[in-house]
Structure formats: C-alpha cells, structure tokens
C-alpha cells in the first residue's frame, strides 16, 4: 500500500512539473506573438462631391463629413467637385485629396447603356 501512495506522489510531482514548464515555454511565444497583432489601420477613403468648403478652418464637407484639409491642398479644390479623400487613419484629417477629372465622370456616364427610343407608330 505504501508503494502504491509513494508511485502516485511520484507521478503527481512528474505531471506538475512537466505543466510547469510546458507553461514556461509557451509564455515567450505568447508575449513574441503580440506586436504581430499591433498592425496599423487601413486608412478610409471618401469619394464624393464636395458640398461645402470653409477656407478658414481648412474643412470640406463630402458626403455628409467633414474633413480636415491641408492648406496647400484647399487651393486646388473648388464646391462641387468630384474627389477621392484618403484619410489619416483613425481621423478625419486628409492626408491625400485628388480631384476626379470630369473626363472620367463623363466617359463613365457615357459607357452606360441609352434607354432605347420609343417606336414610332406605324402610319395607318
């Protein structure tokens, strides 16, 4: 009986410290694998007309926002054209503004299918 007791402490002590140190080896793969999640953000992009600008706060307004413009930036924008804003991640700062060309907008209006014309009626 008491070999029996003494085996089983035995394997007891074997099982807590293989735990032990199983537990210490995954520990510095865990804290290795966190900067891996600290990615940066995808930053968001608006197209739209501008339906708003205030030159003194440097803001345009495109789809219901607004958006924080460069200074240098606020010169080549005019109220109702079409831009592409790339913001600051996590902002609603622009770090790029292009202004759509009306060429492209055109062309894209004018690759759409034409409603066909109604037939005449025939004379009788």
């Given at each position: 009986?008491?070999?029996?007791?003494?085996?089983?402490?035995?394997?007891?002590?074997?099982?807590?410290?293989?735990?032990?140190?199983?537990?210490?080896?995954?520990?510095?793969?865990?804290?290795?694998?966190?900067?891996?999640?600290?990615?940066?953000?995808?930053?968001?992009?608006?197209?739209?007309?501008?339906?708003?600008?205030?030159?003194?706060?440097?803001?345009?307004?495109?789809?219901?926002?607004?958006?924080?413009?460069?200074?240098?930036?606020?010169?080549?924008?005019?109220?109702?054209?079409?831009?592409?804003?790339t913001l600051a991640a996590?902002?609603?700062?622009?770090?790029?503004?292009?202004?759509?060309?009306?060429?492209?907008?055109?062309?894209?209006?004018?690759?759409?299918?034409?409603?066909?014309?109604?037939?005449?009626?025939?004379?009788?």
């Amino acid at each position: 009986m008491k070999k029996v007791i003494s085996m089983i402490a035995v394997l007891a002590l074997v099982c807590f410290t293989t735990m032990v140190f199983a537990a210490d080896a995954a520990a510095p793969a865990a804290a290795k694998a966190e900067p891996a999640k600290t990615e940066m953000a995808k930053a968001d992009v608006i197209k739209g007309k501008i339906t708003k600008i205030d030159k003194t706060a440097n803001t345009i307004v495109v789809k219901g926002k607004t958006i924080t413009v460069k200074a240098e930036d606020m010169a080549n924008l005019k109220k109702g054209a079409m831009v592409t804003v790339t913001l600051a991640a996590g902002t609603m700062n622009a770090d790029k503004v292009e202004v759509v060309k009306a060429k492209k907008v055109a062309k894209k209006k004018a690759e759409a299918p034409a409603a066909p014309a109604p037939a005449a009626k025939p004379a009788e």
